[in-house]
């Protein structure tokens, strides 16, 4: 259903345009992300894409980089010296912060919780600490506040877990702008349907939005990875109606609202853990040449490849979150996992 005329819709854009994506003192962006086919057995001519968000930034992609474009800008704009942020041990979100913040001349704070021991974990932390964060282990979620209180100064700039702020989210209504400007070309046809994954739910809020900005048909289906999956869920729906807000956007809350279902289904035990599907979702996505995890890209994969299974002639596009650079330059001097202070060895759990 259209909610909008054309004039509302121009008005809207031309709003967001000036003040949320021309206002970015921070670039990171390599350009705009490749949207490809894949060649997945599915459904009567149903299509299978992916937005090829792995190659973001030539450092290190994924997600993170258009949340913190605007992070970054935001923070410089306040005159912020020092960035304030918390995550798992593991975060993608804490290492990406430490790159692209340090290279823009911020002292990084991280408050570091524990999380289950992975090759991959250990990797991230390796690359957290060899780009320079300065970090703080906390026993608990629940002493996080304590920390983050204690790191606090005039000049340091808080980012909530995975980046998912008003700031962030803007980046993902920056996303769908650079994704409708692909359909438009005849790059792609235009979905029917995107799947994305939900952790803190900037990625999936800005999506949402930029869809009812840009117009287009594509209903959004968030899958959740993270639990309990209602107050994951609650909170994608609260940054998508600030975030909505932020970019000028007047469509009526139930418009804003139908852009956006949260998929749970997929979840499995919870957070981190791998499911059958994922695993089976992360193994067909290696025949197509992408890297997945287990954590996000997993089930968000499999939900979307179980979708285009069984919905004939449909366009399902894959939004692909995970970084696919190298590790290699990361970890060039840094500290190996023996190496690593006694209070990060014992996030490792
Ligand atoms: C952080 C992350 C997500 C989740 O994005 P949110 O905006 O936190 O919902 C998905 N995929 C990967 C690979 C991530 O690192």
Redesign the pocket.
């Known amino acids: 259903m259209r909610t909008q005329g054309d004039a509302t819709a121009k008005a809207v854009m031309g709003n967001v345009g000036k003040d949320c994506f021309y206002g970015v003192s921070h670039p990171l962006m390599r350009g705009p992300t490749p949207v490809l086919r894949l060649d997945v057995p599915c459904a009567a001519a149903a299509e299978v894409w992916v937005k090829r968000d792995d190659l973001s930034a030539p450092l290190y992609g ?3 980089v258009r ?1 913190l474009e605007h992070i970054l800008s935001e923070a410089s704009r306040l005159g912020k010296t020092r960035l304030v942020t918390i995550g798992a041990v593991g ?3 804490v290492l ?1 912060t430490t790159l692209f913040g340090r290279a823009a001349g911020f002292d990084v704070d991280a408050v570091l919780v524990a999380q289950p021991r992975s090759e991959h974990v250990v990797i991230d932390i390796r690359a957290t600490l060899n780009a320079g964060a300065q970090v703080r282990s906390s026993g608990s979620w629940a002493a996080v506040p304590w920390h983050v209180m204690r790191a606090m100064t005039r000049e340091a700039y808080f980012i909530p ?4 702020n008003v700031a ?2 803007l980046g ?1 209504v920056g996303a769908v702008r650079e994704l409708a400007v692909q359909v438009r070309a005849g790059e792609l046809p235009e979905p029917d349907v995107i799947f ?11 999506i949402a939005v930029g869809l009812e900005i840009e117009q287009l048909k594509s209903r959004l289906v ?1 899958v959740c ?2 639990d309990p999956a209602w107050a994951t869920a609650a909170g ?1 729906r609260l940054l998508v109606r600030q975030t909505a807000k932020a970019a000028g956007l007047t469509s009526p809350t139930f418009a804003l609202s139908h852009r956006l279902r949260v998929d749970a289904s997929f979840l499995g035990r919870g957070y981190g853990y791998a499911t059958p599907e994922s695993t089976v979702a992360i193994a067909e996505a290696a025949r197509h040449g992408l890297t997945l ?1 287990d ?3 997993g089930k ?1 994969f499999a939900a979307a490849l179980a979708h285009a299974r069984t919905e004939g002639g449909q366009c399902v596009l894959y939004w692909n ?3 696919s650079a190298s590790f290699e330059p990361l970890l060039q001097g840094a500290p190996t996992e023996a190496e690593l202070p006694p209070s990060i060895k014992r996030l490792l759990v």
Do not use: R
Not at 161 to 164: A, H, I, N, Y
Not at 196 to 206: D, I, R
């Open positions: 994924g997600n993170k949340k975060s993608h979100h990406a877990p995975g980046g998912s962030g989210a993902y994305v994954a939900l952790g803190s739910g900037g990625t999936a809020a800005g968030a990875v993270a994608a995890e954590t996000y890209t968000t979150t995970l970084s």
